[in-house]
């Protein structure tokens, strides 16, 4: 109907034409008639097949897989998801797809995107098999992830009553459990090392108290007060073991809490005022007057400060003094990043020691460190809760003039 009212006028002129030729005799009546009905019939016939040519078009002109459907059930997984065709080209992908891999495009084939050899082999294997594929890989940027990646076909059917081959790869974060099996060997390893010494000593002293020392009054109180000192060191370091897992088991998750840094600091420095009094060294703060706010995590953020304050009165109590100071930097980008530096004015650190100081175990000097209380996590915990903030810590030192631990965070992002 609706092609008949737009060929109205067409109609309306021939049949004032074929009335006009019958008036005056140059065609029959019935001939006109005959003619109109042609006319007719010739503007109703081309829109009815134009009409089935567009619902040919409508019914197998897209893909059922690429249908609004597909894309919803796609971007609700909660893993990164990417569904491919035949080619190896990006149907659909979510939002966790697009940021494990900003270089993926729709209807761009993904190899090119995922640069990973692991991830192209096992992806060109599912294409040219049709058999489902799964891979571990380590992905390095921004930060190391362990990652395993599925690769299943799909059967999705077609317009036409058949099916087509598509490959829908899902993405899993396999990093804490990799964490948490590394840590556990670290443990292992590591508190067997440690642990020895003192536990030995706590043996040899509690034979010589049930033996020799039993009834001699003062070994046994001299020897009391060095076990104590023993169980103390182990008790500090199994503490320093288990935060450093756990800072470790969540090292790719950014803390997202708002944390000011001038009270934080001023906290920690209220809390070591006894440890200076006693080692006779005077802490001089520089904070500033107004916010100086980064996402964080506030316990850590303690522990990151406590460690660095703590080292500074122990190892560069020479100096008399030690300076920590906040600053705001300018970057690029636009904000500030924060810097928190603790410098003292002791000894200093040998050039050949700053590339490992981080490292766990490590110490300068073991005698002066384990004298010290010290169990060689302190700065290993440090530089795993500042790369978790995504921060950096810089060391700097020069022999007899002391050393300078820099930690720098980034903005907050408005």
């Avoid at 010290?372 to 022999?399: A, C, D, F, M, Y």
Wanted: aromatic share 4%.
């Amino acid at each position: 109907m609706d092609r008949l009212r737009h060929a109205a006028i067409v109609l309306l002129a021939g049949a004032i034409a074929l009335a006009t030729l019958a008036v005056l005799g140059e065609i029959s009546l019935r001939a006109a008639g005959v003619v109109f009905a042609c006319l007719a019939a010739a503007a109703l016939v081309p829109w009815r097949l134009h009409n089935a040519a567009n619902s040919r078009e409508e019914s197998y002109g897209i893909s059922p897989v690429e249908t609004p459907v597909v894309r919803a059930i796609v971007a609700g997984m909660p893993d990164p998801a990417v569904l491919l065709d035949r080619a190896g080209r990006v149907l659909h992908l979510n939002a966790a797809a697009a940021q494990l891999a900003p270089a993926l495009r729709v209807r761009e084939l993904a190899q090119f995107a995922l640069r990973n050899p692991e991830i192209v082999t096992a992806l060109r294997e599912a294409i040219a098999t049709a058999e489902p594929r799964r891979v571990s890989y380590l992905d390095h940027a921004p930060i190391e992830r362990w990652m395993e990646l599925i690769i299943a076909p799909v059967q999705v059917p077609t317009a036409f009553g058949g099916a087509d081959q598509c490959m829908l790869m899902t993405f899993h974060d396999l990093t804490p459990l990799r964490r948490a099996e590394e840590m556990r060997a670290d443990f292992v390893a590591n508190a067997s090392h440690e642990l020895r010494t003192p536990l030995a000593a706590l043996s040899g002293f509690i034979d010589t108290l049930q033996g020799p020392a039993r009834d001699d009054p003062k070994a046994r109180a001299r020897f009391l007060g060095i076990m104590q000192t023993q169980a103390t060191r182990m008790a500090r370091l199994i503490d320093d073991l288990l935060s450093l897992s756990r800072v470790e088991l969540t090292a790719h998750v950014r803390p997202e809490a708002q944390i000011d840094l001038a009270p934080l600091i001023k906290q920690v420095a209220d809390g070591l005022e006894s440890l200076a009094k006693e080692r006779q060294v005077a802490i001089e703060l520089d904070l500033p007057e107004g916010p100086a706010v980064i996402a964080g995590d506030r316990e850590e953020l303690l522990r990151v400060f406590e460690n660095l304050i703590e080292n500074a009165l122990k190892y560069g109590a020479s100096g008399g003094r030690i300076a920590v100071s906040v600053v705001a930097v300018p970057v690029p980008d636009g904000g500030s990043e924060y810097r928190v530096a603790v410098r003292d004015f002791g000894p200093g650190i040998a050039p050949e020691h700053l590339p490992r100081l981080t490292e766990r175990f490590y110490r300068v000097d073991v005698g002066d460190s384990r004298s010290q209380g010290g169990t060689g996590l302190g700065l290993s915990l440090v530089k795993h809760i500042v790369n978790r903030h995504r921060g950096r810590l810089l060391i700097e030192s020069v022999l007899k003039k002391g050393a300078t631990f820099t930690v720098c965070f980034p903005p907050v992002k408005p």
